[in-house]
């Protein structure tokens, strides 16, 4: 038998304490499996008088995690510290520097890092493994580098963050604000420290880019990532969408088109029967379509301390069998530049509310415009005015109205748009939503 695989661990937070949960729960298992001893040999964490609720006797302390990534001690390196450089990234170098194979739940390094540190990794014959960063405990990254490696992939889309997820299936269901339902996301311990990350798309474009790299086999770019939050969705768009059929999710997309791949994190409508449509709370799903599968879908927890750690834990288990890949699917130095398609030119259908001021005239201006710009519209709606007898402010004089377009082009709704704002007709910002096509 083999010698045991030494662990050193580095960030003892909700993942990290689930991880030393999980071996010691599972520690025969986990051994039978590996055909190895899986030991966790040290930790590295802030504060050592905290109790974390896990057995850590016999287990070495580190105050530095770069010490810890070069110790002599360890043969994989752990590193749940999270953040995008600092700390995180020199001690993962460090770790892979040494020939440590390394395990990472860290998104952010590996958004704005993973080509060099796959580079790196493939340099020393390290593993690096990184199932924990996307997803939370749905098994992707595996999916896609081995299990789909028979497929062209045309295009995948998820929802991939938790609490955005959570918030828009508690607006919907319990017909609350965006910044109630924000609230308790936080309470549950699902948004990040800083839930602009969360709620702005950026959380799900770091897990986007990293998935795009591994099906297109392109090199990670998520600057070039179209990204808008949910935080201007309001309850009636929730409201509209639902009568219209739809419902609201935060999707990540990467799609091969002709001018090259598009990269987009937006509010996206979804008919209310598709599959994604359905996958409501904190859960994630991935939906991949590629030429030989067809399309295939995995859903589960994507984010809460254990869920997170059975991912970790089996990356683990794959470096203590020797199972070795690189890590996005290909040698690092093979992947193609990204070839970013326009924004403006993605094609699909249209969701835009505006605020059509109540004068005569206005819906054959706003038609006109559309018509102007080749849009087709599906269906244009005035929702409810206010009873005559409220007050009205100035600003109440305008009309919420809701329009489907057939499928366009994104130049021509927002050239329409542009036009409409120009000519006066409408007050506020038209609201815009895209529609995918499932
Ligand atoms: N804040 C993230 C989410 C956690 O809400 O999904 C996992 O990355």
């Known amino acids: 038998m083999e010698g045991p695989l030494r662990l050193g661990i580095a960030g003892l937070g909700t993942v990290g304490a689930s991880v030393v949960q999980i071996l010691r729960r599972h520690e025969n298992d986990l051994s039978a499996q590996a055909g190895r001893a899986i030991k966790l040999a040290a930790v590295c964490a802030r504060d050592r008088s905290r109790d974390r609720g896990v057995p850590l006797d016999g287990v070495a302390w580190f105050d530095d995690p770069v010490a810890l990534a070069k110790s002599d001690d360890i043969d994989v390196f752990v590193e749940l510290i999270g953040g995008e450089d600092g700390v995180a990234l020199e001690s993962v170098r460090a770790a892979l520097d040494s020939g440590h194979g390394v395990v990472t739940a860290n998104k952010a390094l590996l958004a704005s890092h993973g080509v060099d540190l796959a580079l790196i990794a493939e340099a020393h014959d390290a593993p690096l493994a990184f199932e924990a960063a996307v997803g939370g405990g749905i098994p992707i990254i595996k999916a896609l580098r081995e299990a789909l490696a028979g497929n062209h992939i045309t295009r995948l889309f998820g929802i991939l963050n938790g609490t955005c997820n959570y918030i828009l299936t508690r607006m919907e269901e319990d017909g609350l604000t965006f910044g109630e339902c924000l609230e308790d996301a936080q309470r549950l311990g699902y948004a990040e420290a800083d839930p602009t990350f969360d709620v702005e798309g950026l959380d799900t474009a770091h897990k986007l880019a990293i998935l795009t790299s591994i099906a297109f086999g392109t090199r990670i770019d998520k600057d070039a990532i179209f990204v808008e939050g949910i935080s201007a969705i309001e309850p009636e768009d929730i409201a509209a969408a639902d009568e219209l059929g739809y419902r609201i999710k935060l999707l990540g997309v990467a799609q091969q088109t002709e001018s090259g791949i598009e990269q987009r994190v937006h509010p996206t409508m979804v008919p209310r029967d598709s599959t994604i449509a359905r996958v409501s709370g904190v859960t994630n799903a991935v939906a991949v379509e590629g030429d030989s599968i067809g399309s ?143």
């Open 296 to 438: 295939v879908m995995l859903s589960g927890p994507g984010a809460g301390g254990s869920a997170t750690a059975s991912a970790v834990v089996g990356d683990i288990l794959d470096i203590a069998r020797g199972i070795k890949v690189p890590p996005l699917g290909r040698p690092a130095a093979s992947l193609e530049p990204y070839r970013r398609a326009k924004m403006r030119a993605h094609e699909g259908g249209y969701y835009l509310r505006l605020m059509v001021r109540d004068r005569p005239g206005a819906f054959a201006a706003i038609a006109r415009c559309m018509a102007d710009a080749e849009i087709s519209l599906e269906s244009i709606v005035q929702r409810n005015r206010p009873p005559k007898s409220a007050p009205r402010s100035h600003d109440d004089e305008a009309q919420a109205v809701t329009i489907i377009t057939y499928e366009t082009t994104e130049a021509a709704v927002r050239s329409a748009l542009e036009r409409i704002e120009s000519e006066g007709q409408i007050s506020g910002k038209p609201n815009l939503i895209r529609i995918e096509r499932l």
